[in-house]
């Protein structure tokens, strides 16, 4: 269900109405229920089952956290950059670009998000995200360099460790705005914004992490390291238009592509050829 919301594009929906007015009735009538059945719906990523070939060489390692123990995939050696996927997706979406952060001699590390691909936990949202890079930071080191694809862009920029604050940061396709397309695809939906509002103050509760707090923008423009957007323009998930505000900081640079989506733009030379222009130059 989750992913079906996230990743809607479409402005209308026959079923939207109803959609709105069964869970509105659900939260009058039964609002613990209703919530707990809303973290479930809303919360809940789609596992991505893509078999991706792994590259020769690829270590796999569980690491535990917090937040359950989180699967983690290491190629080559040298400094480490840090991958990261988005919401819905997986660590496999990156062997491509692992083994060109490998040829550049470096170690790249990726890692499932919980609920994701091969890590532990059945619900996800940002503040657990953030949270639990946090920990996998401490785990695995020292880091380099952090990659982030879509949402991850917002884990990225919403984490304050230390360790992140001065290096390299290389962003796929990000989610610039992240809050209000949130909400704006939840109530493209159908669903209750009433019922949503209550899932959101429950977890803002236990992780202490209000979403108002939450801006990848502001974060940007406090941000010491360098920073590099990779985007494209026709991007239907992630929109381009706030990648380009973003560059307009004056300290982001953006690389704009054509034709090559929220998702192939992964695998693609353009990325490839960022990464090692940013790589070289914070050397």
């Known amino acids: 269900m989750s992913s079906k919301i ?13 959609l709105g007015i069964g869970t509105r009735l659900h939260h009058g009538l ?12 809303l919360l809940t990523p789609q596992r991505n089952q893509r ?17 359950g123990q989180l699967m983690s995939y290491r190629l080559g050696q040298g400094p480490v950059w840090l991958l ?40 996800g949202h940002l503040p657990r995200f953030v ?19 879509s949402m991850g862009g917002a884990v990225a920029l919403s984490s304050r460790h230390p360790g992140l604050e001065h290096c390299p940061l290389l962003l796929v396709a990000p989610v610039i705005d992240y ?11 159908g669903y209750s914004m009433r019922l949503f509002d209550a899932v959101v103050k429950e977890i803002e509760q236990e992780y202490q992490h209000p979403l108002s707090e939450v801006d990848p923008l502001a974060a940007l423009a406090r941000r010491s390291g360098p920073t590099l957007i990779v985007h494209d323009e026709a991007d239907r998930f992630a929109p381009h238009k706030d990648s380009l505000r973003a ?22 030379p353009a990325l490839f050829a960022a990464f090692a222009q940013l790589s070289q130059s914070a050397s």
Not at 89 to 111: D, H, K, N, R, W
Not at 138 to 147: K, Q
């Open 84 to 123: 990261m996927h988005g919401w819905s997706g997986s660590a496999s979406q990156l062997f491509p670009l692992m083994e060109q952060v490998a040829a550049q001699g470096f170690t790249a590390i990726a890692y499932d998000h919980p609920a994701h691909g091969n890590s532990e936990g059945s619900t």
């Open 179 to 189: 809050v209000p397309q949130l909400y704006a695809m939840v109530a493209r939906s």
């Open 30 to 41: 039964a609002p613990r229920h209703a919530r707990r059945t809303a973290s479930r719906l």
């Open 51 to 67: 078999d991706q070939a792994a590259p020769e060489g690829l270590v796999r390692q569980a690491v535990h956290t917090g937040e």
């Open 247 to 268: 560059s307009q900081d004056g300290r982001t640079r953006l690389i704009s592509t054509q034709g090559l989506g929220h998702g192939r733009i992964l695998a693609s």
């Open 6 to 18: 996230y990743f809607n594009t479409r402005r209308f929906s026959p079923s939207k109405w109803l």
């Open 131 to 149: 949270r639990a890079l946090d920990e996998l930071i401490e785990r695995v080191g020292p880091i380099h360099g952090v990659m982030a694809h």
